[in-house]
């Protein structure tokens, strides 16, 4: 661990998801070093498996990247919400199911160069139609992807979201 005498932290931008600061970190032997953060709050991203083993996968327009990713389901913690409640809404919105069965898998940092925010990372499983209207659901298209698939998927470039890789390379490592 780095060592300092001082963090100065100055928010220089607050915006409706992100918050972002620049913090001067002056260290033990002198040296002056700045850090732009975005701090981000904490997410939960979701391996959904159906009865079949099949992954549940959305396949979403993301306008940072103006481009189309197909992603597992994942969305912010709510205020209040528990993680697993969070993993439930999301799976309602994203995916239109149900999970009856919610176990956390992992965590980790998304980017961690930058950001605060860590990905609680979860199982979702035992599903039952349940769907839960979100504004944005009508530009999500479903996916029912094989473990082959995934594997190929990634492999090929298809999936180049790094929390569906992380995410689903964790879980299928585990079986």
């Known amino acids: 661990p780095m060592s300092s005498d001082s963090v100065e932290q100055k928010v220089v931008f607050t915006g409706k998801v992100i918050t972002v600061r620049q913090d001067t970190v002056t260290l033990s032997d002198g040296t002056v070093k700045l850090w732009d953060i975005v701090e981000y709050p904490d997410a939960v991203a979701i391996v959904a498996v159906d ?16 481009n189309e990713l197909v992603e597992i389901p994942a ?14 809404r999301e ?7 149900f999970p009856r069965r919610v176990e956390r898998l992992t ?34 298209t479903l ?3 094989s473990k082959t698939d995934v594997l190929k998927m ?4 298809t999936i180049q979201d ?9 879980y299928i490592n585990l079986k």
Do not use: C, W
Request: no cysteine; hydrophobic share 35%; aromatic share 10%.
């Open 154 to 157: 990634i492999n090929e470039g």
């Open 107 to 140: 965590s980790f940092y998304s980017a961690p160069g930058y950001s605060t925010e860590i990905l609680q990372l979860y199982l979702a499983a035992d599903l039952t139609p349940a769907r839960l209207i979100a504004e944005d659901t009508d530009e999500i």
């Open 143 to 145: 996916l029912r992807v």
């Open 51 to 66: 009865e079949n083993n099949n992954f549940l996968l959305v396949r979403q327009y993301r306008h940072a990247t103006d």
């Open 162 to 170: 790094s929390k569906s890789i992380a995410g689903l390379l964790f």
């Open 91 to 97: 799976m309602q919105e994203e995916t239109g199911y």
């Open 75 to 88: 969305g912010g913690i709510d205020p209040g919400e528990t993680p697993e409640d969070a993993v439930r």
